[in-house]
């Protein structure tokens, strides 16, 4: 091997103004960025990890400028991908040397065409990324670097991809302690929203992987499914409580409790070493998996939120994208959480495949219906890498395509996809019209009014009466 590089890794590319102004409010430090710092860093690379969020350009350069990187990681959903081709270009003009790779759920869904599309990327990392960085940190010849996409004079090389990570617990706990985590402090990582006071959420990644077959979702890690040992993740916990302050946990896998028997286990170890009384945590889950006896025991180890996949309200619907549930299952589901003392937020999407006006009331009277705290009404936004991409490319369950402006791929906003039967602009009054009978009760409008900041009650209005 050549001489080690020196690598910074960006918590997300420079945001100058979200198009989506609806959907995230507010900065979080991303899991996958924290594991690729402490796999090169164990690895003996000199690696800086900086979140240029709410910093000047004059702030950026110096950071760049006095840690003098070889290599530059940025990360990109589809919405940032042309936000991390500008940070690139940032990042070329205070250094035309530095080589910059971009990495996550765009780029890897489309690598060698977002190598093509966005002029100021040198390589695309796709699907895991530890080994890849860490092969490129230690200079190994690019044509030998698995899960790499590059440029070689005019052309593109893609190789072929990785073997998945097969024992996550050999994976160093996450680098926390090379973020500035105050940024984050009185954030909420599954919702979006701001907690109140200053408390931090930190990110546990207990799984990799998602074994169902959704259309909508495209999976960045593929489809095995690989848990960390129950032991791994309460040391992981201690660690983020005893080193960085942590005063809620949230798992980010979105499959909680698939591996029952290692989710009963972990939730044992909470309340049996005490850890429930000093934190509370959240995640996403399924309403075919989390039954009410496993609900009780999440309640009891400090479970206090969990955000469900619903999508629809129309068996017909859950049925044609592969959810795999019955409205039965999601009734109960919510039921048990609200008896045990558990808040929910349901999360919808509008626009799917061969769905009519018919079926997104359904769903707006299903969700009002519903014994959820709160609900989230997404416009159907075709991810490159998923089945309804690929549907809406051919016209497939009438879908159209509207544009290729990744900017717009956020989804509150719907601006890339309608259909033959609904239209963008029925898609955004019944999402408004979804919104409004939502929380328009007397026992959620106030808990809608806390979660809202000033920018996001002005898009709010903006949207209802079409400013936007």
């Known amino acids: 091997m050549k001489t080690k590089k020196k690598v910074l890794l960006f918590n997300s590319p420079i945001i100058k103004e979200k198009m989506d102004r609806l959907e995230m409010g507010n900065t979080f430090p991303r899991i996958g960025i924290s594991s690729i710092a402490a796999h090169l860093r164990e690895s003996g690379i000199k690696i800086k990890v900086f979140d240029p969020i709410g910093e000047s350009s004059r702030k950026i350069t110096s950071i760049v400028k006095r840690f003098d990187p070889d290599i530059v990681g940025i990360p990109a959903y589809t919405s940032e991908i042309y936000a991390a081709n500008e940070t690139a270009r940032f990042i070329k003009k205070i250094n035309p040397k530095i080589f910059t790779i971009v990495g996550g759920a765009h780029p890897s869904a489309l690598p060698k065409r977002t190598l093509e599309e966005f002029y100021f990327f040198d390589a695309v990392a796709f699907g895991e990324g530890e080994e890849t960085a860490l092969e490129l940190a230690q200079d190994k010849p690019l044509n030998r670097i698995l899960s790499l996409a590059y440029k070689e004079g005019d052309k593109i090389k893609v190789n072929k991809p990785r073997p998945l990570i097969k024992n996550f617990d050999d994976l160093p706990f996450p680098a ?50 690989r848990f960390k040992s129950p032991e791994k993740i309460i040391e992981e916990i201690r660690r983020a409580i005893n080193k960085f302050g942590a005063t809620d946990i949230f798992f980010v896998e979105g499959t909680f409790a698939v591996n029952r028997q ?15 009384q ?60 609200k008896k045990i003392g558990i808040a929910t937020e349901a999360n919808f999407i509008i626009g799917h495949p061969f769905e009519t006006e018919e079926k997104v009331l359904k769903t707006i009277k299903f969700a ?66 979804a919104y409004f009978q939502f929380y328009s009760t007397p026992r959620r409008l106030p808990l809608f009014i806390k979660r809202l900041t000033p920018g996001r009650i002005f898009s709010a209005l903006g949207r209802i009466f079409g400013k936007s």
């Open 262 to 276: 290692q989710a009963e286990k972990l939730c044992d170890l909470l309340i049996e070493t005490g850890l429930n």
């Open 368 to 433: 009002r219906n519903l014994n959820a705290d709160h609900a989230n009404f997404a416009i159907m936004v075709p991810f490159p890498g998923t089945e309804v991409y690929e549907m809406a490319k051919k016209g497939i369950g009438g879908l159209k395509l509207l544009t290729y402006d990744w900017r717009v791929y956020g989804k509150q906003i719907g601006a890339a996809l309608e259909s033959d039967q609904l239209p963008r602009e029925k898609l955004i009054k019944l999402q408004n019209k």
């Open 278 to 337: 000093q934190i509370t945590w959240s995640t996403g889950g399924r309403v075919d998996v989390l039954g009410e006896r496993l609900l009780k025991k999440m309640k009891k180890s400090g479970c206090v939120f969990i955000g469900y996949g619903v999508e629809s309200g129309d068996q017909e619907m859950l049925d044609k994208m592969g959810k795999q549930t019955k409205l039965e299952q999601i009734v109960r589901s919510f039921n048990d959480c």
């Open 176 to 225: 926390w302690e090379l973020f500035d985590l105050d940024k984050y402090r009185g954030g909420s990582i599954g919702t979006g929203f701001k907690k109140s006071g200053r408390r931090l959420e930190i990110p546990v990644e207990g799984a990799r992987g998602c074994p169902f077959n959704c259309n909508f979702c495209f999976r960045v890690s593929g489809r095995v499914i």
